[in-house]
């Protein structure tokens, strides 16, 4: 059992490693700053950081949220 929740965890820390990336790259493709991503949804510039970093998981209604806001229009 040890071996399959380290090999979970591994794989979670590779998909939140991912996410934080693609976040970060989604924004960036917006021509958005961290500043006015944070803005967008109600947040501070530190939380978009947060993000991004890993540092912070975002919950999935986050997630659809940056999706909307960095949808080029």
Avoid: C, H
């Amino acid at each position: 059992m040890r071996f399959v929740r380290k090999m979970l965890d591994e794989k979670f820390a590779e998909q939140q490693k991912l996410l934080s990336r693609y976040l970060r790259l989604a924004r960036e493709n917006a021509l958005m700053t961290q500043w006015e991503a944070g803005a967008q949804m109600g947040r501070d510039q530190t939380y978009i950081a947060k993000l991004e970093s890993g540092a912070q998981r975002p919950l999935f209604v986050e997630v659809e949220q940056l999706a909307k806001t960095y949808v080029k229009e």
